[in-house]
């Protein structure tokens, strides 16, 4: 079995695992053929290492030449007042903006919801509560019977008189 220089390549550059590095490097020792073409891999990417080094990354002259006119040719340099300003912009802008961001979301309701849901009544969730309770054979309490219950169980027992009154 022989590799493909793909697969050569990425162990050159250390992108396989430890057990697949080792795999091929035990294999590079034996096989001559995987060895020449894993040497001119190597040759190729030392030569293209020294050309990127060897190569002069600078400006042409003109462009050199022209930046450093407008530089000493500019119409008038940069005042005091105007570094200052330039350095408190952020330092405003980001406070404003908070307190920008701050006011819209406590002063739309609708943008973080209200603590409270829409259209449940407390004494429905009392009752409700009261019925769960009621069930319960192991409660430590007798049993709880909201007012709004008693008036109606006495309305349908025929007892007409007021709570206050039995």
Not at 126 to 137: G, Q, R
Request: with cysteine; charged share 20%; glycine share 6%.
């Amino acid at each position: 079995m022989h590799y493909n220089a793909d697969t050569l390549d990425d162990y050159l550059h250390g992108a396989l695992g430890p057990e697949r590095d080792a795999t091929i490097h035990a294999h590079l020792e034996g096989c001559a053929a995987c060895r020449a073409l894993y040497e001119e891999a190597a040759t190729v990417r030392d030569w293209l290492r020294a050309a990127a080094r060897a190569e002069e990354r600078e400006f042409p002259s003109m462009v050199k030449a022209n930046v450093w006119e407008r530089i000493r040719n500019s119409p008038q340099p940069v005042s005091l007042f105007d570094r200052v300003r330039a350095a408190w912009r952020p330092m405003i802008a980001l406070p404003v903006a908070a307190v920008i961001a701050a006011i819209a979301y406590l002063g739309a309701p609708g943008v973080h919801g209200s603590g409270q849901p829409a259209g449940v009544a407390a004494t429905y969730l009392l009752e409700e509560h009261a019925a769960l309770t009621s069930d319960n054979p192991l409660a430590d309490r007798g049993l709880i019977i909201p007012a709004s219950i008693q008036q109606t169980s006495s309305l349908i027992d025929g007892d007409t008189a007021a709570p206050s009154e039995r």
